[in-house]
């Protein structure tokens, strides 16, 4: 599929999902929703992809909803069926849900500006990388709404309750290096060695067999919920058990004692 909204590349095992809408900041409206989703749809049923990275083209990641979009109720189609059509499928919760219960890693590069709903994509990822030219705004009690799409849950699980309520309260601009000392991202890089070290940390990932990847995923996310503890420890010892019946557990025990790279199958 030709996208118009999004740029689609795959190499070596990794996937890039790269926003292009630079005009724009990269913001988000529905029918660049659609595309992401059909991207991530594609890619999950791919074995041979293992990891997703998310990045921007231009000088930002993603800049939130297009706000002159929804001014202008151009969101909106004129018939009611299309209408329904444009918006049940592709609200942004449900993409932020659908990033997060990827069967396979995801990595997100923030290249620039991000804010609003931008972020709550970022969040939705497994590890946040940004560029030392990655500014932030939380933006949406700028607009004269409170934090939406998923942010006023996944924002003060990663910096904490109170500099959440600080961003939400001031909408004050936060720089790349007050967003790594903040938690909010794992780690900054130059600029120009933003997407080569995101590559890199997903090269590193290849090592560990895809059923382990995604198990760890399910674990650490379910870790997180509001299950009770003993649920908890449940799913961990059901997944432990679930990842010792498969060819890549086996193989990745064979490949340590005999000292060379494993060779997964995904099964």
């Known amino acids: 599929m030709n996208y118009k909204y999004i740029l689609l590349d795959v190499e070596d095992g990794i996937a890039t999902i790269t926003f292009n809408r630079p005009e724009k900041l990269n913001s988000l409206f529905p029918d660049m929703r659609v595309e992401i989703r059909h991207a991530l749809d594609l890619l999950a049923a791919d074995d041979a992809v293992r990891v997703i990275i998310f990045t921007g083209a231009g000088r930002g990641f993603c800049a939130g909803a297009d706000v002159t979009k929804v001014m202008s109720n151009q969101e909106m189609a004129d018939d009611e069926p299309r209408r329904a059509l444009l918006l049940k499928p592709v609200a942004t919760s449900r993409l932020l849900t659908h990033i997060r219960e ?20 970022a969040l939705s990822c497994d590890i946040i990388i940004a560029s030392d030219q990655t500014s932030y ?113 086996q193989e990745a025990q064979r490949s340590f004692v005999e000292k060379r790279a494993p060779q997964y199958k995904g099964k």
Do not use: W
């Open 137 to 249: 705004r939380l933006a949406f009690t700028r607009m004269g709404m409170p934090p939406r799409d998923g942010l006023s849950y996944l924002l003060p699980r990663r910096i904490g309750t109170h500099r959440a309520l600080e961003l939400a309260y001031t909408n004050r601009l936060v720089t790349a290096q007050e967003m790594e000392r903040m938690g909010l991202v794992n780690k900054i890089v130059p600029h120009d060695e933003l997407l080569k070290s995101a590559k890199e940390m997903a090269k590193s990932m290849l090592h560990i067999a895809p059923v382990t990847l995604a198990m760890a995923k399910q674990c650490i996310y379910q870790g997180m919920s509001n299950a009770s503890d003993e649920d908890k420890l449940a799913f961990s010892n059901l997944a432990v058990k679930n990842v010792e019946t498969t060819e890549d557990y």
């Open 102 to 121: 990827l069967p396979k890693p995801t990595i997100c590069a923030i290249n620039g500006v991000i804010a609003g709903s931008g972020m709550c994509i």
